[in-house]
């Protein structure tokens, strides 16, 4: 972009060079008979001074008398005080104008603003009438929701009740089964005992010393901490230890051998448990404690086992919840989606917003000084006045409506459409002007923008281009009036041939104020050696010309006199 902008501003000083280059060539050209002129000027100066100076001695003795009577000097202090006062009273008178004009605008805006403020509030009531129903259906269906879940938990609560019977029963009769089993156990018991009372009491001595050395070794394997009065875990020996004394045991023969392995098996390598923590149920219990404790232990695993709850209380709750979960999923991803698009909504309208205002705040400043440029001349140097204003002061200007108004020179302020056709049109082109200013286009194009001007206009219009054509600022000018395009350099012209039927082009250098007197006859005789002896007989030419003037280009569909 800032390349861009210094290439064209180097154009544009090139361009400007070569004007200041040409400007010069012309100055010198014209400084010899500028200076003659200027002694010519002096010496009628010096000639109307004198003029004047006797007019003033006849006049001061002609008003003497009245110039006496009224207390001023001579009668051109006279004069010089009543234009003054006539010129500070059509002042006044336009200043009032203007300011009667700015207070029913503002007026018409403040009516505008309060109407609209009102249109909004509506809305506004509207909308949360609206938000309100919303409420209201999301609560309604939020009750069914929880209704349909209360049913469904007193529902899980009566399946939960009649489970607590089950259970009630089947402990009962698992208790019964278990007495019996007791029972029977303790009589078989009672009859092995009597069978084998020494090989059995041996066999559980046996049995237990393995068992507590298992569990020993068990402990310590798997380094659990058990309460040890004496000893320690460490003293068990390997595995691979005890293999050779199995090896050693199997080699004394006889009652030897036997008592070997009863020593083997009763030994608990200075181990000894620390009961004190156990209840004194557990440390007073006989023998069938630990049968007792592995019968309630299996007896709760098969209660467990074969508790059975109804599922499909529990699938309907679940279907219940995920439904609830469903809604309410469903409510904060269209809550999240809303926050989502409200938030790229406000990017855009602010954005938009920054752009409206950015490009109504310079074509404002910009079009007071085109129009200035445009109805300025020399009766009227400081041109007229033109000013936008938008209609409603809202967030939202770029949907309200904007105001043009605009004031020629030394005239009263009226609405647009109480302005004559050209009044209008030099008001539409300072706003063109003023809108290009801010996003330069590569070239205008105006078509007939001079119909409905008079002569003085279309020369401001003419200044105006010649002013600020170049290479930044093109223009493609079609135009009816040959005021609007005879200070150009050169005019291409499409006209059509009758002998082929067909269209051709011409040329013509116009860079002179006029054509000396010697190249009329040539340029006569080149027209007519082109077949356009008519044309040279009625010294016009007809159809469609471009005029290039620096760099603006100018058509003319009307006839355009070139001699």
Known sequence: MARDELNAFDKNL??????????EHQLDEWEPKHNEKTAELESTRSTVAKFENAISQVEDKIFANFCKRLGYENVRAYEAQQGSLEQEAAQKRQDFALHKSRLTNALALQT???????????????????????IENYEAEKAQIEETLGDDRDELEALIESIDVVKAE????????EEIRQERQKKNKEIEARKKEINALEAEVQKNSAGKFALLRKCKLEQIQIPLAEGSLDDIPNEDVLLREDEDAMDVDGQDGAEAAMEAAMDDHGIEIDFDGLDEELKDADLDAE?????KISSLTAELEKLNPNMRAMERLESVKSRLESTEQDFEDARAAAKEAKEAFNEVKNKRYELFNKAFAHIQEQITHVYKDLTRSDAYPLGGQAYLDIEEDTDTPYLSGIKYHAMPPLKRFRDMEHLSGGEKTMAALALLFAIHSYSPSPFFVLDEVDAALDNANVDKIKKYIREHAGPGMQFIVISLKTG???????????????DVNSSKTLTLDVSFPYLPGQYENELTSWIASQQY?????RGMIYGSLMVWAGSCVYLARCSFACL
């Not at 049968?291 to 019968?295: N, T, V, W």
């Not at 002896?533 to 007989?537: I, N, Y």
């Open 112 to 134: 505008t603003t309060f109407n609209s403020t009102k249109d909004r509030l509506r809305k506004l009531e509207e909308s949360l009438q609206r938000l309100q129903t919303d």
């Open 484 to 498: 609007l395009f005879q200070d150009s350099e050169s005019l291409i012209g499409v006209y059509r041939d009758q």
């Open 291 to 295: 049968d007792k404790l592995q019968e």
């Open 533 to 537: 002896g008519v044309l040279a007989q």
């Open 170 to 177: 089947h402990t009962d009769k698992s208790k019964r089964v």
């Open 14 to 23: 090139k361009s400007k060079q070569k004007e200041l280059d040409n400007a």
